[in-house]
């Protein structure tokens, strides 16, 4: 596949992102790698990974667990809650200046998503609604069991894990943060209709469900500053099984809340012609990025039309940064476009990581 970006196109503008001025509008999209160590620290080909991807607007981590317990979904996958995994982002954070980048960690919490033998806790959620899912565990495939409903009081302590390892991102010298809010995790359930069952302040109403997210954006703003933050949604994504016949009423509650604090975007994960993106991107009025859910190519043409009607500021792309380091180069040229080797997205080591061949290297012959 090959797209030429003209010269002048919208997406190779420079735009704003709250306190991070970048030089266009083609970003990194979060992508699980499956590749940093036991305890949660990135691995150490990590900061080649993220720096090779620096050319991106901005770059969005891999999905980062802010404790221990909300660390269990998948194998190997990267926290920040350890003074080890924190000075690891910091050679990430680095790596990536030094390229001329920029990077926000994205921060999660996997809820029910979570399997007992992969994170060492009990899941939790809203609700004790199951995942109809299985999890790849260190003993085989496990399906997923219902999860506890979490006390208020947990809730409060989970705001605070975010908020710490928000702080733990910027003292490593990242340019912020963005909360998973998106595909099925902890968030989306208690955003959901129908996982979040609860009858108190944090379920029920539109308002109460949107409560926690708005909570977690809120204590994460006023710690880093809200020009460092950014918050992904994903109204209607089916993710993690996840279910809601209301696709707009608590995520216009959300929006409604945090709107003031002026964050530094918000990021979305669905088609834009599906009627909840309509009525949400009428609302919100500040900075939107869009992450459309095609799952091998990149409509480019369709992502250059909609910033340059200013329907979005910026989009997100995922398997083509994956396995184009240097993209934007490819998409000025009309170059054709490394395909992503599936067989590698999780697997551990530097294959289908770190050694996607650049233009430089297919164009420059190898010596005797």
């Known amino acids: 596949m090959a797209f030429t970006l003209r010269e002048n196109s919208a997406l190779l503008a420079p735009v704003t992102l709250g306190s991070a001025t970048l030089a266009n509008r083609i970003l990194m999209a979060p992508l699980t790698r499956s590749r940093a160590d036991a305890d949660g620290t990135p691995s150490a080909l990590a900061a080649e990974y993220y720096s090779q991807r620096a050319t991106a607007g901005l770059i969005i981590s891999e999905a980062t ?24 982002w910091s050679d990430i954070a680095s790596a990536v200046h030094g390229a001329g980048g920029a990077m926000f960690v994205q921060l999660w919490h996997v809820g029910r998503m979570a399997h007992p033998e992969i994170s060492g806790f009990e899941n939790v959620g809203p609700s004790p609604v199951a995942a ?13 069991p219902a999860p506890r409903a979490l006390s208020v009081r947990e809730i409060g302590e989970i705001v605070g894990q975010f908020r710490s390892a928000a702080r733990r991102a910027v003292d490593a010298g990242m340019d912020g943060v963005e909360i998973h809010s998106a595909n099925g995790y902890l968030l989306h359930e208690f955003l959901s209709d129908v996982v979040n069952q609860r009858d108190d302040a944090y379920g029920g109403s539109p308002q109460n469900r949107a409560r926690f997210v708005a909570e977690i954006v809120e204590a994460v703003a006023a710690e880093i500053g809200p020009g460092r933050v950014g918050l992904r949604i994903s109204p209607g994504n089916s993710a993690g099984d996840m279910r809601e016949t209301d696709q707009v009423s608590a995520y216009e509650a959300l929006l409604c809340r945090i709107a003031p604090l002026g964050i530094a975007y918000l990021h979305m994960s669905i088609d834009p012609s599906e009627p909840a993106f309509v009525a949400l991107r009428t609302q919100w009025e500040g900075r939107l990025v869009l992450n459309t859910p095609r799952t091998v190519d990149t409509d480019f043409a369709l992502l250059e039309s909609l910033v340059e009607w200013g329907v979005i ?53 190898r010596s005797a």
């Open 132 to 144: 109809d899912l299985s999890a790849h565990t260190p003993t085989g495939k496990k399906p997923l």
């Open 65 to 88: 667990a802010v404790c221990e317990q909300a660390n269990g979904a998948y194998m190997n996958t990267p926290g920040l809650y350890t003074d080890r995994q924190q000075d690891r």
């Open 313 to 365: 500021s910026a989009a997100t792309v995922g398997r083509a940064f994956l396995a184009n380091p240097d993209l934007i180069d490819r998409l000025k040229l009309g170059a054709e476009l490394n395909a992503p080797d599936v067989a590698t997205f999780y697997a551990p080591g530097p294959a289908g990581y770190i050694d996607y061949p650049t233009l430089d290297e297919l164009l420059t012959p």
